[in-house]
């Protein structure tokens, strides 16, 4: 089959520390079937897959031996749409494997089908690459108990090893051209942020802060638009603008926007809170009581972040930061690819060690309502003094080096930015 390979020799695959891996598990090779795993594992996005749903299957497979050529399965739509649409098929793999997506009886259950089809290539690939005798890590999390059970039966000189866990030790530290992407993804989200803030006017809706960033996003996409297979997918996480459908933004309240994108399979997850207009001397006092605190935590926490040091210890630092000041705001971390919050966490009673090129956010946030408990009215309805103090949140994406970090996040972190 003629594919379209990486242009720039790169590829999502951290290759030397998934054969270390499969060395660790005694694993002769690794089969993928997660959507994340399968484009780690081959840079590959199934058009098939996100048009038409979870049954049309995309499965890779890397072996621990490299004289063996890695392979990948996709229904065959996928291959005619790539004849349309090379970009998509920008895989570093030789080895692309089909399977027949026309059903031969029309009375048979379509989902079914699909499974049976694709379950059949991969039992069938893997004994032509004489690794049916093998110890196989296979990602079971995109596949039923039964479907294990099938390949397992039809592979009964094979051992079957649950493989997810795995692929997520490998994937927690990432590769040159994960952290290109990564910064990427930060850099649309930061950009379509600090846009967004800039174009803030009095009156201005929840819905119209939101639309706002979503065009900020999209005009960043050189055309691709914010549908699930385009580049670059505008997405909300946590919008904490307002409180009410009817709020409407006045002089002196608080903007927060907990935002990301998706960017070639990766998502950005940043934050900031900026106040809007002008400030009385009593509110600039009761935010910066809030809010500066928050800022030392979470920067006397990265101060300290570098390989070797424990989550653990992160997590002490900036909540430590915080209570010498009396504050309940909350301290934590997290790592981000495909998903927004993936290892290594820092967050209390979790404790793991920090590897270089980890990716980790850490964040600082307060969420906090003010009111008047004898009044009964609405909150939208009571004068803005009582109604809020507001909501705070400071997030900020870096790479893990040796004796710190590299940030990919660089807005300001002020709440009267420039």
Not at 398 to 414: A, H, K, P, Q
Request: charged content about 30%; hydrophobic content about 35%; proline content about 4%.
């Amino acid at each position: 089959m003629s594919i379209r390979h990486k242009r720039d020799g790169k590829s999502l695959l951290n290759r030397e520390r998934a054969l270390k891996m499969m060395e660790k598990y005694n694993l002769d090779a690794l089969i993928a079937t997660t959507p994340e795993n399968v484009t780690y594992l081959t840079d590959f996005i199934s058009f098939a897959r996100e048009q038409y749903g979870c049954e049309r299957k995309t499965y890779a497979v890397l072996p621990r031996d490299t004289s063996i050529e890695p392979w990948m399965i996709v229904v065959a739509s996928d291959v005619y749409m790539f004849q349309v649409n090379l970009d998509r098929l920008n895989t570093w793999m030789k080895d692309v494997q089909t399977y027949d997506n026309l059903k031969k009886d029309p009375d048979y259950e379509e989902t079914k089908y699909f499974i049976e089809a694709a379950v059949e290539r991969l039992v069938t690939s893997i004994c032509e690459k004489k690794l049916d005798k093998c110890n196989l890590g296979l990602d079971e999390m995109d596949i039923t108990p039964a479907v294990f059970e099938t390949i397992q039966n039809r592979l009964p000189r094979a051992k079957l090893v649950p493989a997810y866990s795995i692929f997520k030790e490998i994937r927690i530290v990432k590769s040159p051209k994960e952290i290109e992407i990564l910064g990427k993804a930060v850099s649309i989200s930061e950009k379509a942020l600090k846009g967004t803030f800039d174009k803030a006017y009095r009156g201005m809706t929840r819905e119209e802060f939101a639309l706002t960033y979503n065009e900020l996003v999209v005009r960043q996409g050189d055309g691709i638009t914010p549908v699930p297979r385009g580049n670059v997918r505008p997405q909300i996480g946590c919008l904490r603008f307002g409180y009410t459908p009817e709020f409407r933004l006045e002089d002196g309240q608080t903007m927060l926007l907990d935002c990301g994108c998706f960017y070639r399979g990766y998502q950005a997850d940043t934050a900031r809170t900026a106040i809007f207009g002008a400030v009385t001397d009593k509110q600039k006092r009761q935010y910066d009581a809030i809010y500066n605190p928050m800022l030392e935590a979470q920067q006397a926490a990265i101060e300290n972040i570098r390989a070797g040091v424990h989550t653990s210890e992160i997590y002490k630092i900036g909540t430590d930061v915080l209570k010498k000041y009396g504050s309940k705001a909350r301290f934590s971390g997290h790592g981000v690819d495909m998903a927004v919050h993936t290892p290594p966490f820092i967050t209390e009673g979790v404790d793991s060690v920090l590897e270089k090129n980890m990716v980790v956010n850490v964040e600082c946030s307060m969420f906090r309502i003010e009111q008047d408990n004898q009044n009964k009215k609405k909150v939208s309805q009571l004068p803005t003094s009582q109604e809020r103090v507001g909501y705070f949140l400071v997030e900020d994406t870096m790479v893990v080096l040796e004796n710190g970090v590299n940030y990919l996040t660089f807005n300001d972190r002020s709440l009267y930015p420039k």
